[in-house]
C-alpha cells in the first residue's frame, strides 16, 4: 500500500470535496472525501496539464 500525503481537502458549493496528494516516489493524486480509496493517480507532470486542460475549459462540455 502506498503511503499518501493529502493536502486538506477542496470543497466548492455544495460540498463537493476533492483532496491532492504526493506520495514518496513523487506521484500525484486526486481524490475524493467520499471514497478515501478510490482516487486518480499519475506523474505530476500529467495531473498539472490534466488541471490545466480543464481551467482552460476542456472540460465545459461535460457541465
Avoid: P
Avoid at 18 to 26: A, E, H, N, V, W
Avoid at 38 to 57: F, H
Wanted: glycine share 10%; with cysteine.
Amino acid at each position: 500500500m502506498t503511503d499518501i500525503c493529502w493536502d486538506d481537502a477542496f470543497c466548492s458549493e455544495g460540498a463537493n470535496c476533492f483532496r491532492f496528494g504526493l506520495d514518496d516516489q513523487g506521484r500525484a493524486y486526486i481524490g475524493t472525501t467520499t471514497d478515501t480509496g478510490a482516487y486518480v493517480s499519475d506523474s505530476m507532470e500529467a495531473l498539472r496539464a490534466l488541471i490545466s486542460a480543464v481551467k482552460s475549459g476542456a472540460a465545459d462540455h461535460l457541465l
